[in-house]
């Protein structure tokens, strides 16, 4: 899943700001890696700048606040885009600058140079595959390697020009020397008898990560994969109280049909309005979904005469972890009392009439809806709404359509107004991991990171909200919440 922000940022094609921490200046800074989901990327971005010194940004009562120091913040990507998080943005990433936040809340970090590698590529159970690995967990869904940035003291060359990027924090303007164009490399992960390799000779940055965001907590990613190793082996966890938003996204051909079913008169082509938003039971995508009905389903299922394409995501993907749990009860609906169903997996059922994709991230689901074109052909897929669509006819050919008559994105901007309000359900809460084998200057950056995600100026992100359980108010907290626990109703 990649976060798309409000374009609340201006590439400005000048020299890089004259402080810019540089990859030269980066030898002998303190590397650390940070892997997991996608969706907060921008959020953990915006909090890593908070801490640097000469960073200005609102602190959570809305104050402007500019901490001392000289601000000298660089990043480091493979995308032209904004910056990370922004629309586009890959799922390789590396942030840079001195730390010095004058109220010492980055602990061991501070006065320090630091780079930050962010790996979001996988699914955001990936917050705890280095840590299973290196624990000798063997569950076929864990990945055997991960990429990150190429070490960013070796990328005196290899990068585009750096520029000036004017980027927000907390909406508050700052000047982030950009590096793009910037190579990645691979590392294999360490087992319990292998140690971790890159392919890159002489990248000595980390090859294990200190830990990340997940999705959804890991009880239920443990429960939907298999995994036999408790979290309590290889680290903790920690609540984040942060709401993330979830929609079924349908392509154009489908959406039309599921307009002209239930009457939307005028909306032809429309795809922007709530008016013209038509609605999706619940119901009808558990039939897709659920494993049992494989060997039967079609586009007949909405009245098509073609094929029908299910784009899910892999079984690391929080987003996947997500949609089983609202349509197939999965794993909250188990032990003696049952109900739940199995998720079918990829491959082509009922003479080709069915066809199941297994994407490794959004930008994979959206190629499926938008190239789902065939006569009577439809598609669906879960995305969360940090995403966008865009209805032109350049561009993408879906759009989120309401679930049991709520809209998911359409009654705001930012796409989470139902849900802050209770209206709309499918939203889970983060979880932040903490890797057992992370070094005190890990822990400590992790730890910095989440307590500014409870700083609702900086988390007003599109898809994102706050939950009751941070204890802040503001026009992006919600009332409700669920305790990191996704398996849990919403309460207040």
Same mark, same amino acid.
């Given at each position: 899943?990649?976060?798309?922000?409000?374009?609340?940022?201006?590439?400005?094609?000048?020299?890089?700001?004259?402080?810019?921490?540089?990859?030269?200046?980066?030898?002998?800074?303190?590397?650390?890696?940070?892997?997991?989901?996608?969706?907060?990327?921008?959020?953990?971005?915006?909090?890593?700048?908070?801490?640097?010194?000469?960073?200005?940004?609102?602190?959570?009562?809305?104050?402007?606040?500019?901490?001392?120091?000289?601000?000298?913040?660089?990043?480091?990507?493979?995308?032209?885009?904004?910056?990370?998080?922004?629309?586009?943005?890959?799922?390789? $990433?590396?942030?840079?600058?001195?730390?010095?936040?004058?109220?010492?809340?980055?602990?061991?970090?501070?006065?320090?140079?630091?780079?930050?590698?962010?790996?979001?590529?996988?699914?955001?159970?990936?917050?705890?595959?280095?840590?299973?690995?290196?624990?000798?967990?063997?569950?076929?869904?864990?990945?055997?390697?991960?990429?990150?940035?190429?070490?960013?003291?070796?990328?005196?060359?290899?990068?585009?020009?750096?520029?000036?990027?004017?980027?927000?924090?907390?909406?508050?303007?700052?000047?982030?020397?950009?590096?793009?164009?910037?190579?990645?490399?691979?590392?294999?992960?360490?087992?319990?008898?292998?140690? $971790?390799?890159?392919?890159?000779?002489?990248?000595?940055?980390?090859?294990?990560?200190?830990?990340?965001?997940?999705?959804?907590?890991?009880?239920?990613?443990?429960?939907?994969?298999?995994?036999?190793?408790?979290?309590?082996?290889?680290?903790?966890?920690?609540?984040?109280?942060?709401?993330?938003?979830?929609?079924?996204?349908?392509?154009?051909?489908?959406?039309?049909?599921?307009?002209?079913?239930?009457?939307?008169?005028?909306?032809?082509?429309?795809?922007?309005?709530?008016?013209?938003?038509?609605?999706?039971?619940?119901?009808?995508?558990?039939?897709?979904?659920?494993?049992?009905?494989?060997?039967?389903?079609?586009?007949?299922?909405?009245?098509?005469?073609?094929?029908?394409?299910?784009?899910?995501?892999?079984?690391?993907?929080?987003?996947?972890?997500?949609?089983?749990?609202?349509?197939?009860?999965?794993?909250?609906?188990?032990?003696?009392?049952?109900?739940?169903?199995?998720?079918?997996?990829?491959?082509?059922?009922?003479?080709?009439?069915?066809?199941?994709?297994?994407?490794?991230?959004?930008?994979?689901?959206?190629?499926?809806?938008?190239?789902?074109?065939?006569?009577?052909?439809?598609?669906?897929?879960?995305?969360?709404?940090?995403?966008?669509? $865009?209805?032109?006819?350049?561009?993408?050919?879906?759009?989120?359509?309401?679930?049991?008559?709520?809209?998911?994105?359409?009654?705001?901007?930012?796409?989470?107004?139902?849900?802050?309000?209770?209206?709309?359900?499918?939203?889970?809460?983060?979880?932040?991991?903490?890797?057992?084998?992370?070094?005190?200057?890990?822990?400590?950056?992790?730890?910095?990171?989440?307590?500014?995600?409870?700083?609702?100026?900086?988390?007003?992100?599109?898809?994102?909200?706050?939950?009751?359980?941070?204890?802040?108010?503001?026009?992006?907290?919600?009332?409700?919440?669920?305790?990191?626990?996704?398996?849990?109703?919403?309460?207040?």
């Amino acid at each position: 899943m990649k976060l798309h922000q409000t374009a609340l940022a201006v590439l400005a094609l000048a020299a890089a700001p004259a402080f810019a921490l540089t990859p030269a200046q980066a030898v002998g800074a303190t590397e650390l890696w940070m892997t997991g989901a996608s969706a907060n990327q921008g959020a953990v971005f915006q909090g890593f700048l908070s801490l640097c010194a000469g960073a200005t940004y609102k602190d959570a009562a809305g104050a402007i606040t500019t901490n001392p120091g000289t601000f000298d913040a660089s990043f480091f990507q493979v995308a032209a885009t904004l910056y990370p998080g922004s629309v586009g943005s890959n799922d390789q $990433a590396a942030y840079a600058c001195t730390i010095g936040t004058g109220d010492g809340r980055a602990g061991s970090l501070e006065g320090t140079k630091v780079v930050l590698y962010h790996t979001v590529q996988g699914g955001s159970f990936n917050a705890y595959s280095p840590a299973l690995k290196l624990a000798g967990d063997t569950n076929s869904n864990l990945p055997a390697t991960l990429a990150r940035t190429k070490q960013v003291s070796d990328l005196t060359t290899g990068c585009a020009a750096p520029v000036n990027q004017v980027t927000p924090v907390s909406g508050q303007n700052n000047n982030v020397s950009a590096y793009r164009a910037c190579p990645v490399t691979t590392v294999t992960l360490a087992t319990a008898s292998t140690p $971790a390799s890159v392919n890159v000779a002489g990248d000595t940055a980390p090859t294990l990560s200190i830990g990340g965001y997940s999705d959804t907590e890991y009880l239920i990613n443990k429960l939907n994969l298999g995994i036999a190793t408790d979290v309590s082996t290889i680290g903790s966890t920690e609540a984040t109280n942060l709401g993330q938003v979830f929609a079924v996204a349908v392509s154009y051909p489908l959406y039309a049909k599921l307009q002209a079913d239930q009457g939307l008169v005028g909306c032809t082509g429309n795809y922007t309005s709530i008016a013209c938003q038509p609605t999706l039971p619940a119901a009808a995508y558990t039939a897709v979904a659920n494993d049992a009905n494989k060997d039967f389903t079609s586009a007949a299922a909405f009245g098509g005469t073609g094929k029908l394409n299910l784009a899910r995501r892999a079984p690391t993907s929080g987003t996947q972890s997500a949609s089983n749990i609202r349509f197939l009860g999965k794993p909250c609906v188990a032990g003696e009392a049952g109900g739940s169903f199995e998720p079918a997996r990829v491959g082509s059922y009922n003479g080709g009439n069915f066809v199941i994709s297994e994407q490794s991230g959004t930008s994979g689901v959206k190629t499926a809806l938008n190239t789902a074109t065939g006569a009577g052909e439809y598609a669906l897929g879960v995305m969360s709404a940090e995403n966008t669509p $865009a209805p032109t006819a350049s561009a993408d050919r879906w759009a989120f359509v309401k679930l049991d008559g709520v809209s998911p994105n359409l009654a705001d901007a930012f796409q989470r107004q139902t849900a802050i309000d209770g209206n709309y359900s499918m939203w889970y809460e983060l979880e932040l991991f903490k890797a057992a084998t992370a070094p005190t200057e890990g822990l400590d950056l992790l730890t910095a990171v989440n307590a500014s995600l409870a700083n609702p100026e900086l988390t007003n992100l599109k898809g994102l909200f706050l939950t009751a359980a941070s204890g802040v108010t503001g026009t992006n907290v919600s009332s409700f919440y669920r305790g990191t626990n996704s398996c849990a109703p919403m309460q207040r």
